[in-house]
């Protein structure tokens, strides 16, 4: 899998983000300037499914989820939020071919909802932020479901921290998604030799 980041698009959807919360007062400033960064990183990698999993309880709740709204409308793709319920982890795997999950550490069932996201074969990007404890890369990549990997992370320092990882898929659940009756659905993975890239085509 290989992301490929779009500035023009970045530059997109930080101003989305920033109007959309110029005259809302939700959240202290620090939270707004998180809210606006991962706004451009949404923007950035064209994520066409934007999963949100916020701590709804928490005072800058509104701040992300604004954010990140206005961001998805402006690379045309879908915003979900997965409120904390006793089914969240069921809800999350309903939804499949997420690209990007923003998960509130704040969470007590953030490790189950991590567990049940559904990456599509281009993968996702996963957005960790408001907690200032680290779990570290191994301790969150021991949460994703079978089939998933993290190719790269890092730790970006602004506000309480934001933890982004790049996670890539193979075989597994993740990758295959719900079986036909049958069991007919197959993945193919291709390599291109020249440019290392990887490609996944669905047999039907």
Known sequence: M??????????????????????????????????????????????????????????????????LAAAAGRTGGRYARVLPDKD?????????GVDFLVVDARRRDGAAVLAAARPGPRGMVVVRHGDERRPGTKALEASMAAGTRVVRSVYLPVDKGVEVLHVGVGKGPSIQGRRSPRGSNRWIRHVDQETGEEHVFRRQ
């Open 2 to 67: 290989k992301l490929v980041w779009c500035p023009e698009t970045a530059s997109h959807a930080f101003i989305a983000g920033v109007s959309a919360l110029s005259d809302s007062e939700h959240g202290p400033a620090g939270s707004a300037g998180v809210a606006e960064l991962v706004s451009a990183m949404v923007g950035g990698w064209n994520a066409q499914l934007v999963v949100e999993t916020p701590e709804v309880s928490a005072p800058d709740s509104a701040t992300m989820s604004l954010a």
């Open 88 to 96: 969240a982890d069921r809800a999350m795997a309903e939804l499949e």
